[in-house]
């Protein structure tokens, strides 16, 4: 059967895949030509020779939270020893050291920090405005923005409306996780129903902030609980786009990392159950979706969690973008990972080594002046390149 659905969709033409369908390519198809048609259709959505690639850092402004996800390693209760929150001047000297490298979006993201009222968050975005006006601010996620809500006594959409007067350019698509309640009130009871996270996003694409949508997977899920996640999100980006909205620019997803938390520490015993996932069930993870999504135009590699070989692969399997360097990275290297920051030369080299052409963008994935960056055979140990399967 799976092979009769993966030659429909071999057609430019072919019909929307269903959820039922993808369930089946999910668990049944062959590894190799699910990818081999995920790089095919890659191609039509994302002509051209070129991978994507964004000079950015992440800043973590505070590890204060109340919502206590099982998964994370990075939040501390208010009452914790280790508590933090940056001050203003802290924050814009992570971004003046983004500015030195030609840096474009910083990626702003902490806790729902019940101290914080909304005044300190629109005095933070007009300060960061002021100081660094060529950088865009894609901030928080619909999670913290409920946390405000619920501090000030205002709406998510009362809320997002200030931030964006404020200066905010976007809101990151933290929080996901697994928008199917059987998993997700499991994994993280406070944070609230997948519907929650849907409307706050969709309050967020009405207003015209940029938004991107995310996927962590491997708590134990089926295949069909993944799939039902991107359904989901395909559900609401119809819903943007009929309204003549941009809904959301791009789908990143990566495996949970459960070194050091809460969640896997539980897995134990007799009753264990297979967690995260390797690097052929994510790769394959990103070919489902490449499939999946007929109407977002753009699917990350995700190397901080995987590595840039994984992630290269990820090119010749439906990606057509290699994420961004990062610089700093606080929240899942709290739960393992250890490479947190990426050189552009890393970038581009491994772009270049996959035979495509890296080019800069913003985070609305417009194309950026991209300077020839020269390379030290001697920094890169050179593997032969990889070759896009085939059948």
């Excluded at 030195?100 to 009222?117: A, I």
């Excluded at 949508?213 to 089926?222: K, L, Y």
Aim: net charge negative; glycine share 8%.
């Amino acid at each position: 059967m799976w092979r009769d659905i993966l030659e429909i969709q071999r057609s430019p033409s072919a019909p929307r895949l269903s959820v039922e369908d993808a369930a089946i390519l999910y668990r049944d198809a062959d590894f190799n030509l699910l990818r081999s048609v995920a790089y095919e259709r890659r191609k039509i959505m994302n002509p051209g020779n070129h991978v994507t690639y964004m000079i950015d850092r992440n800043v973590n402004y505070t590890n204060v939270c109340t919502i206590n996800c099982q998964f994370c390693s990075f939040y501390r209760p208010p009452d914790h020893p280790e508590t933090y929150t940056q001050t203003y001047e802290q924050i814009s000297a992570r971004f003046a050291e983004l500015e030195e490298v030609e840096g474009v979006r910083v990626l702003m993201q902490g806790g729902v920090n019940p101290e914080l009222d909304l005044e300190w968050y629109t005095d933070l975005i007009k300060f960061l405005r002021k100081e660094h006006p060529s950088i865009e601010l894609d901030c928080f996620s619909p999670i913290e923005i409920e946390g405000i809500a619920e501090v000030c006594g205002l709406s998510t959409l009362e809320v997002l409306q200030a931030l964006k007067d404020a200066g905010m350019h976007g809101l990151p698509g933290g929080g996901a996780e697994m928008l199917v309640d059987d998993v997700r009130l499991d994994i993280s009871p406070k944070k609230g129903s997948a519907d929650n996270w849907l409307r706050v996003m969709h309050e967020a694409q009405s207003l015209g902030l940029t938004t991107s949508a995310t996927n962590v997977f491997g708590f134990g899920e089926t295949a069909l609980h993944r799939v039902k996640h991107m359904d989901r999100i395909r559900e609401l980006q119809d819903q943007a786009l009929e309204k003549g909205w941009t809904g959301f620019t791009s789908f990143v997803a990566w495996p949970v990392q459960l070194e050091t938390n809460v969640f896997g520490k539980r897995n134990k015993g007799t009753n264990r159950i297979e967690l995260g996932a390797g690097p052929s069930e994510y790769l394959r993870h990103v070919a489902i979706s490449r499939l999946f999504f007929d109407n977002i135009p753009h699917i990350q590699g995700s190397w901080p969690t995987m590595g840039l070989d994984v992630a290269q692969m990820a090119l010749f399997g439906g990606a057509d973008d290699i994420g961004s360097t990062m610089m700093e990275e606080n929240v899942v290297s709290a739960s393992g990972t250890e490479k947190t920051c990426a050189l552009e030369i890393e970038l581009q080299e491994t772009v270049r080594r996959a035979g495509f052409i890296g080019l800069r963008r913003d985070s609305d994935y417009n194309l950026l002046e991209t300077p020839d960056v020269s390379i030290d055979p001697q920094a890169f140990p050179s593997p032969p390149p990889l070759q896009p399967s085939v059948n």
